[in-house]
């Protein structure tokens, strides 16, 4: 979406809010947060729409907005709509749609493009993008001499169309190569800083920037990623250590064993889809004497598959 924190509607915003709380101390609160502006070098801006970008509470009412104007209206639009099947998740103002039909693809865009527009939204035009994606995609542009299938970005991954080694459809997950570069350029700079602090400090110090890294990007298909985290940070780590001194005798060997000691081994921590969606629901169940109880007060709960993705898929990121 195209600047959604700034142009969201606030009289929408607060009908939206009443909905569910009837407390007006609370809504009266909200209103003034809005009005209170934003302080950017000395001079205070306020804005008639907007949940003030920056402010700690506008995530949480963009949320509230995007809840009403999206979320409730793409489930209806999904059961009342759709021909096929169809995906959609979203994370603050990043959307990914998946359909089974291309049709339904089409008509979802144009659909959602008319229903933000009655909320004072938009579209990003340079982000919003409809692709072909899915197990049968590969072998669809094949067959029309138009090369793979296009990728897209979402939460700091680049999603590839790929095969597992059984030669089966995989959804490949690889970290983003800006948003990778970013990082190596941030620990770049802090380590030219800490230059001339000693080594223990540093390791300590890089070991805390690769677990954090690692915790978020460890994900199946990903590993040779983080391998290249590691070693361009290993890298970077060497050349640093070698401008303290014009007489260095800092070989790779040395750096090597430096980073077995301070630096993690790259290895996957998060599960597959499959696993992590393999969600475990209490049933009900009518019982002898007419009453009903739950499920699980009688027998453990059963797990339940839920693919991770349809068979085919248009996709569109917003």
């Known amino acids: 979406m195209a600047a959604s924190f700034d142009t969201v509607s606030q009289q929408w915003l607060i009908r939206f809010v009443e909905h569910r709380i009837g407390d007006k101390r609370i809504i009266r609160l909200i209103q003034k947060w809005l009005k209170a502006g934003i302080l950017e070098e000395g001079i205070v801006t306020v804005s008639e729409q907007g949940t003030g970008q920056g402010s700690v509470i506008s995530p949480l ?31 603050a103002d990043d959307v990914v749609a998946g359909f089974e039909h291309e049709d339904d693809a089409r008509r979802f865009l144009d659909a959602m493009r008319e229903r933000f527009k009655e909320f004072a939204l938009s579209l990003h035009p340079e982000k919003t993008r409809l692709i072909e994606f899915g197990r049968h995609a590969a072998a669809n542009r094949e067959k029309r001499g138009i090369g793979k299938p296009e990728t897209f970005n979402f939460l700091g991954f680049t999603f590839i169309c790929a095969k597992s080694r059984g030669g089966n459809f995989q959804v490949k997950r690889k970290t983003r190569r800006d948003r990778m570069k970013a990082k190596l350029q941030e620990v770049k700079l802090e380590l030219r800083r800490r230059m001339h602090q000693p080594i223990p400090e540093q390791g ?20 040779v990623a983080l391998e290249a985290f590691r070693l361009h940070t290993t890298r970077i780590w060497r050349r640093v250590l070698r401008r303290r001194s014009q007489t260095d005798g800092f070989t790779w060997k040395r750096i090597e064993k430096l980073a077995d000691d301070f630096l993690p081994t790259p290895r996957i921590l998060h599960p597959w889809p499959s696993d992590r969606f393999a969600v475990k629901h209490p049933r009900w169940e009518k019982l002898w004497g007419g009453r009903w109880r739950l499920w699980h007060l009688h027998r453990p709960y059963e797990l339940m598959e839920v693919a991770p993705w349809p068979k085919s898929m248009i996709s569109a990121e917003a």
């Open 204 to 223: 300590k110090w890089l070991r805390q920037v690769v677990t954090g890294f690692f915790a978020y990007h460890a994900v199946p298909t990903n590993l």
């Open 61 to 91: 009412l963009a949320n509230i907005y995007l809840h009403y104007v999206l979320d409730l209206w793409a489930e209806r639009w999904r059961r009342h709509e759709a021909i096929g099947d169809m995906i959609i998740v979203r994370y």
